[in-house]
């Protein structure tokens, strides 16, 4: 009997109309039960499975375009130019400049990569060192594994967005050079340093940059904004009308009297000064408003005022005794009656 010959190119169309097709549906429009036949078609038009959802689902490179980092999904499934999980996690930690974190490169890969990089590590595939109480996983080569450490200690260091690798300088000088710089900026230039660097380092830069620079990561966030926006001031640090408003001088219109005459309160009707008359018409010569104390204390009376003294005085009419005078003797005449 002559074997069923199953042709490839339905797969091929099935591909390219919904992109990803799992093994059941591939075999139901293969139209066989065998997992080996649908393997060895696919095998023919150089086939990927995902690297996610257990390698479950399957696409044709031909049909996807993968980004710079060389991933691509579809519906939640993830596709990897490299290929397996496997693959994909040693290229990427090493070909990174500072090495990963097991979290980081799961946030990469959408994906749990525990047990690849156990498995890598032990393979000697890969290199792990522990900073602050992490592993950090980087190339096995002893040149690229040190240059991605500094880099790493670098950013951990000083989170602005510069290329450790590169730097002749250890962590703690660039970090005291960097705030050098950034005392000798103005209000506007700390707050819109710290936005371009937030730009630079991405998502969570905002609360990076705050705690480095001792900002409110509200202020981090405006200065990323005007950026973003171009609302910048130039040759000023503030816009017309910042900062605090001041207060303008009252003046009493209600009376000319020199600064210093005070009121006593608007509920009283009477209004005084400590200041003699003689002061004051001192004080008014002084503006060339020639007047007397007298002609001073008439103005005073007339304005509502009196005067008054800072301390009592002792009156010297009654200093304390009683007043007493002596009985007198007095005359029939000298009250007349009618």
């Known amino acids: 009997m002559r074997p069923i010959c199953f042709d490839p190119s339905v797969l091929r169309q099935q591909l390219r109309r919904n992109k990803i097709a799992a093994l059941l549906e591939l075999k139901r429009v293969l139209g066989t039960d065998t997992d ?36 691509w999904s579809h519906e939640g499934v993830w596709f990897s130019r490299h290929g397996t999980l496997l693959a994909t996690v040693e290229i990427f930690v090493n070909q990174s400049s500072q ?3 097991a979290h980081e490169l799961a946030d990469e890969l959408h994906a749990k990569v525990q047990q ?24 096995v080569d002893s040149l690229s594994r040190r240059k991605q450490t500094l880099a790493r200690r670098s950013t951990q260091t000083v989170p602005v967005a510069v ?29 819109l340093f710290a936005g371009l660097e937030s730009i630079r380092l991405g ?11 001792g900002l409110d990561v509200h202020t981090v966030a405006r200065g990323r904004q005007q950026l973003l926006e171009q609302n910048v001031i130039r040759g000023r640090t503030r816009r017309l009308g910042g900062g605090f408003r001041r207060k303008k001088a009252r003046h ?42 007298n002609s001073v204390s008439g103005l005073l009376h007339d304005l509502g005022y009196s ?32």
Not at 39 to 48: A, H, I, V
Not at 172 to 186: H, N, S
């Open 99 to 101: 090495g990963y974190y």
């Open 163 to 191: 290329h450790g690798a590169s730097l002749q300088a250890s962590p703690d000088e660039l970090k005291t050079a960097i705030l050098l710089f950034y005392g000798l900026l103005d209000e506007q230039q700390r707050r």
């Open 252 to 293: 009493n219109r209600r009376s000319p009297l020199p600064a210093g005459t005070r009121y006593r309160g608007r509920s009283h009707h009477r209004r005084w000064s400590r200041r003699t008359t003689t002061t004051i018409a001192q004080e008014l010569a002084r503006l060339e408003i020639a007047v007397s104390p």
């Open 203 to 213: 998502h969570g830069g905002d609360t990076l940059l705050s705690d480095f620079l």
């Open 307 to 338: 005067l008054r003294v800072n301390q009592k005085q002792i009156s010297t009419k009654n200093p304390g005794q009683r007043w007493e005078s002596a009985p007198r003797c007095v005359y029939d005449h000298d009250f007349r009656t009618d």
């Open 36 to 71: 080996l036949t649908v393997f060895r078609k696919l095998k023919e038009l150089d086939y990927l499975a995902s690297y996610t959802h257990r390698g479950r689902f399957y696409t044709l490179p031909e049909f996807i375009h993968f980004d710079d980092r060389g991933l």
């Open 116 to 139: 690849p990089l156990r498995h890598l590590v032990a393979q000697q595939r890969l290199a792990r060192i522990e900073i602050d109480g992490q592993f950090l996983y980087t190339a």
